[in-house]
Structures are given as C-alpha cells and as structure tokens.
C-alpha cells in the first residue's frame, strides 16, 4: 500500500501544477471580456514587467539556447498576458479617464508622470522610439537570425544523423549516447523552427501597441468631449497622457522579451552564459583595448570634445588590457600546477600498482648510491646525451630504440653501474668518478702513475690516471676519456649488441604503418598468407643481430616478397635479404672505398661445407661438426683475427653463401662486432682487398 501511494505522489504533484498553470491561462483569457479593477490592473503590470525581466536573466546565464527550450511557449504567454492587460487598460481608460491620471492605476499613472515629464508630446515621441527599436531593429533581426538557424538547422540533420551513426557503429559511442543526441538533436530542429514562429508574436504585439495608442486616445478624446462635458484640450491632454502611459507599461516589457529572443537566437553555438561569451571574447585581445584606449584619450584631447569622458574610459581600457592578461597567465599557473599534481598523483599511484611493480624497463641505467650523488649535477648532461645518442640509433639502423630509464640502487656494489635488457643485467661495471681512461692497447703507456685496466665498451688496454695527471698526458698526446662518456660509450655499445631483444612487436608495426601505401599493399599481401607477422619480426631482428640496418624496409619486404613463397625459415629469408642489402652492408665496413676481406680459406670451407647434413631434397636441416674441429678453428681464427686488428682497419671474414651463418655463429662468441659476409654480398663497386686466409 505504502508503494502505491509513494508511486502516485509524482503523478499528483505534477497533476497540480498542471491545474494551476491552465487555471493561470484561464485568467489571462478572463482579462479579455471580465472588467478589472484598477489594483488587480497595477498588480498585473508588475507581474508583467517582472516576467519580462526574468526571461532576459535566463537568457543571459543559460549555457546554450537549447537549455532554455520552452521560450517560444513562455514568449506566447508573455505576449498574451500584455494584450490582455492592454484590453483591460483601455476598458480602464475609456470608462474612467475623466477622473484623473490615476484613473487605470497607479503603475499606468507613474510611468506616464516619469516618463512625459508633465508633457504628452514627450510621452508620444519616447513610445514611437520604444516601438520603431522593438519593431524594426531588435525584432527584425531576432526573426532572421531565426529563419537562418532554422534553414541550415533542418539542412543539417540528415549529416548530423549519419555522424552519430557512424560514430555508434564505430564502437565511439554506445546505444545510450546515441539515443541522448538524437534526442538533442530533434530538440534543436524543433527550438529553432518554433523561434523562428514565436518571433512573429513580438512583431504583431509592436503593431498591435500601435493601434492599442490611437484607438485610446482618440476614443478617449471622443468620450471625454461627449460624455463628460470636458474641453478638447482637456480631454486631450487626459486621455494622451493615460493611452500613452499604458503604452509605455506595454512596450517597455515588450522590448526586455525582445532582447531576450535576440540574444537567445544569436547565441548559435558559443557555449557558456552571455558574460563569458561575449565579455570574455572582447576582453580576450588586450591589443585591441589598448587601440581603444589610445582612440579614447585622442577623442578627448580633440577641441570641442569633453574630456574626463574619453579619459575615463580610456583608462578603464587600458586597465583592462593590462589586467587581463596578468589574470590569465595566474589562472593558466593555476590550471597547470592542478594538471601537474593530479598527473603526479596519477603517476604515483601508478607506481605503488602491484601491476606496475611486474613491469620492466625495456633498457635501464642503474646507478649505485655514491655514482647517483657525485653525478646527480650532470644529469642534465647525461638526459641530453641520451637523447643524441637514440637519435643516432634511430638515424643509423631505422627504429627508435626505448626510452633509456635512469634509476639508483642502494644494494648495488659502491661506485657500480649496471645496465638492464628487459630486468636483465646484461653489464656491471665500476666507474671512478674522478679518474680518466686513456686507450693504450698495446702501444706506449703515458709516463704518469696509473692502473691498468680494461676499456668497458670494447675489452681494450687502458689506464686510469688521476684527474691531477690530466694536462700531462694531454701533452704526451693522448686523450683521456671523461666517466660520464666512459658510462655511456658502454651503454651505446651494449644497445648495439641487443639491438634485437630491443625491436619489439609494437615496434615492428610502427614501421610498418609508416610504409607508403604502395609497400603497405605489399605487407597486406605477403602477410599473413605467406609470412606471419612475428616471422617479418624474426627476419628484421635476425638482420639487427648483426648490426644491419633496416632503415631502408622498403627494399627489404621487397626482398622478402621475392624469397618467401619458395622458403618458410627466417634464417634462409635472411640470407637472401642480405644479398639485396649487399650494397648497404659493404657500403658500412668500406675504408676510403676498400673493402678488406680475410678469407676462411679452402680447408675450413670444406670443413663447414661438409658438416651440414642434407634431406632427400637437398635441404640443410643440421650443421653437425666435430667439437675438436670446432674448437681448433676458434683458435686459428681468432690468431688471424687479432693479427688483422692490430692494423685498426675496419675488414670483414668472408665465406660461403651456405655456411655464413654457422660461421658467424661460432666468431660471434670471440668477436660479437666483426662482420661476416658471404661471396655473394660483396657488392660491386669497391675495391676489394684480401688480408689473406685464415687457412
């Protein structure tokens, strides 16, 4: 029972504001045929007046036209309550005009004294200004306004409604969404269409406050000459002093409404109430005021012109122009320190996730608690060289390589760094932040005391002298080697060597949306009927173990497309790949265009030919050779690789097509950075110089 009753109450309340709001309307009509007295009139003219003004605040504060949908329907109950009270008035004024000024109330009767000023050819010409403003400045202009709002409003729904569809089936928006702005969007074709109806109310109360004024004063003039024995001057006076009055009381409401409907229309799509929008908007251009401002102080200036006026507001303006600006920057500040506190919370909050614990940094410098205090004043330094040094990356082998994240550790080992792959420690090395390394590999030593130690980047023969030493040793013509680029010559050269691990999936398709249409019609067609995605990932990081560049992708899938219906295995695609890339890969370890080979010799290639095991097809499917053998061949080669690196010239090892990748497989442990070409990557065009064989 207690349900049913609280379910009815609503429908109650609304019930009774229905009644009271018909009953309301039924009271207006009344005005039309029943006789009212003067204080019922006075009490309808206030109310009439009050009403005008409300609409026009509403109007002013609302955010968008739309929030103030019922207008037209206020503006017809406004504008049938002002014609009702006309015909009362004018009941008033014919029947007892005779009696005084105060005859049709006391609103009708102070505001013909206020405004006449005790002369009706005052009131007369006030009344026709009030009406030619209403009629054909403020009127006129609302109902175009409407007209166009309505026209382009009913042109553009059928646009509108495809949007919203197109957004709904896009996943943008859901069915609730789409349902609101349908719903807006009806709401905003019905305002506009009646606005454009409802100015016409305004219009036709102009006119009718016209005729309402001569038919008052000369039927008054008529009935006071007539019927109560006045004289015409009289008569006259009395009657134009009262018809003009209550046509003030009419007009000036009249004129409120109409500046309401002009503002409401002409708000179109400015969002935010009228002071924001328009005040905000011209205050906006400080350059603007103070071009007015100036304009003011030279109007006054100018003889004849009064000039505490223009001075006045020439300062206001300039004032104006000055503080704006100053209060804009304040509440930009104050905009940017709440972003920043909120993206700082955010990010706290972040970090504390257990989710966000279970992440690793892709790359990562991890410094010890006494390397983070000494080289905490050249962080910006190393953030800048950082920075270089992945545009380098980017620039040199085609892919951005990761954010390097900067991190102290307080359990690391004193005055340590590590270096991170994906959580890993891939290096740790101790740097001495206040000694300098010089290269010496096997030549001369500086004549300073010193350490030996070994270069981290490459293993090379150095020695850690003190900073006191410095200017010595740059006299005997060395060039000693700061810690900051100590730490990151070793960090660039780890990244070289991983630069595989660090080429991800997300990377791989970034590359791949930046393609030229032309090569992403390609990559649509290769993948994934004749290579998967994860297999372009395997050929491009494959390439990037041996520190090929795939900057130039184009020319790569174009490989691939060649290669990949005939073979499935990355390493085989990779190795037609290199052959299209011969031109690049030599063009890269070339000397003043001399390229320098060491050959594996007759004995090893049979040695390495022999060791890979065939299937019926030919297909190599094992590289199966004797550990004794290989671990002789580690030892020759690495003798004839040391040999030609005392020359500190750039050369590479040259060997078969087929056996290529075993042998860079073995030399990759003792010499990870020496190129390893087969006879058919050695492109044409250089120079070529044999260093001998190995063999």
């Not at 909120?342 to 970090?351: H, I, L, N, P, Y």
């Not at 795939?550 to 790569?556: D, E, M, P, V, W």
Request: hydrophobic share 50%; aromatic share 6%.
């Amino acid at each position: 029972m207690s349900l049913t009753a609280a379910a009815s109450e609503p429908a109650v309340g609304r019930g009774g504001k229905d009644v009271a709001f018909a009953v309301c309307i039924v009271l207006i009509l009344c005005l039309f045929f029943l006789p009212v007295p003067a204080m019922m009139i006075d009490l309808g003219l206030a109310l009439s007046i009050a009403l005008s003004v409300l609409i026009l605040m509403v109007a002013l504060w609302i955010n968008k036209p739309l929030e103030f949908s019922a207008f037209p329907t206020v503006l017809l109950v406004a504008t049938i309550l002002r014609l009702a009270l006309n015909i009362s008035t004018t009941r008033l004024i014919l029947a007892h005009g005779a009696t005084g000024i105060t005859a049709a109330g006391y609103v009708i009767g102070g505001f013909a004294s206020l405004v006449m000023s005790g002369d009706f050819v005052i009131g007369i010409i006030v009344f026709l200004i009030l009406v030619i403003i209403n009629f054909l400045v403020i009127t006129k202009g609302a109902t175009r306004i409407a007209e166009v709002g309505a026209r382009f409003t009913l042109d553009a729904i059928p646009g509108k409604q495809m949007a919203i569809d197109a957004d709904l089936s896009a996943g943008l928006i859901d069915e609730k969404v789409a349902q609101q702005r349908r719903r807006e969007l009806e709401e905003e074709s019905a305002f506009f269409g009646s606005m454009d109806g409802a100015s016409k109310f305004v219009r036709g109360d102009a006119i009718a406050g016209l005729i309402i004024l001569a038919v008052n004063i000369f039927g008054g003039i008529v009935i006071g000459v007539t019927r109560h024995g006045l004289g015409l001057s009289a008569a006259a006076d009395v009657f134009t002093r009262l018809s003009v009055g209550d046509g003030l009381v009419s007009q000036i409401p009249a004129l409120i409404i109409s500046l309401a409907a002009g503002l409401l229309v002409a708000k179109g799509g400015t969002r935010g109430s009228a002071d924001k929008a328009v005040l905000g908007q011209l205050s906006g251009y400080p350059t603007a005021l103070f071009m007015a401002a100036l304009m003011m102080f030279v109007l006054g200036v100018v003889p004849g012109l009064p000039f505490l006026p223009f001075a006045t507001l020439g300062g206001l303006m300039a004032f104006v122009g000055v503080a704006i600006p100053q209060r804009q920057a304040k509440e930009r500040a104050v905009v940017a320190a709440t972003e920043a506190a909120r993206d700082e919370k955010a990010r706290a909050e972040q970090r504390g996730s257990i989710r966000e614990q279970l992440k690793s940094a892709e790359i990562e410098l991890c410094l010890s608690k006494e390397l983070t205090a000494t080289l905490l004043p050249q962080y910006d330094e190393i953030a800048s060289r950082v920075a270089k040094m992945r545009r380098k990356f980017a620039r040199q082998y085609g892919f951005v390589v990761p954010e390097i994240k900067l991190t102290d550790d307080i359990r690391a080992p004193a005055k340590t760094y590590q270096i991170r792959i994906h959580g890993t420690v891939v290096a740790t090395q101790e740097l001495k932040t206040h000694e300098f390394l010089v290269i010496v590999g096997d030549g001369r030593r500086p004549n300073v005391p010193g350490d030996e130690v070994r270069e981290p980047a490459f293993g090379m023969k150095a020695m850690s002298i003190s900073q006191a030493y410095l200017k010595d040793v740059k006299r005997e013509g060395f060039k000693p080697i700061d810690p900051v680029s100590i730490l990151l010559t070793h960090l660039s050269e780890v990244i070289h060597s991983n630069l595989a691990q660090l080429l991800s999936y997300k990377d791989m398709r970034a590359l791949l949306d930046r393609l030229e249409p032309e090569y992403k019609r390609l990559v649509d067609e290769l993948s994934p009927s004749q290579i998967s995605y994860s297999g372009l990932q395997a050929v491009l990081k494959l390439l990037l173990a041996e520190r090929v560049s795939i900057r130039n992708l184009s020319l790569i899938l174009e490989a691939i497309a060649e290669v990949a219906p005939h073979v499935r295995r990355p390493e085989q695609i990779v190795e037609h790949v290199r052959v299209r890339l011969a031109q690049q890969i030599c063009g890269e370890i070339q000397d003043d265009g001399v390229l320098r080979v060491l050959r594996l010799g007759n004995r090893w290639d049979m040695v390495f030919h022999q060791s890979l095991k065939r299937d019926a097809k030919g297909e190599i499917v094992e590289f199966d050779i004797d550990p004794r053998l290989m671990e002789q061949f580690a030892t020759e080669s690495s003798a004839a690789i040391r040999k030609r690196m005392e020359d500190k010239h750039l050369f590479a090892l040259v060997t078969t097509a087929e056996t290529r990748s075993y042998v860079r497989m073995i030399i990759e442990r003792m010499f990870p950075t020496l190129p390893v070409l087969s006879q058919l990557e050695i492109a044409r065009g250089f120079e070529v110089k044999s260093l001998g064989a190995i063999s």
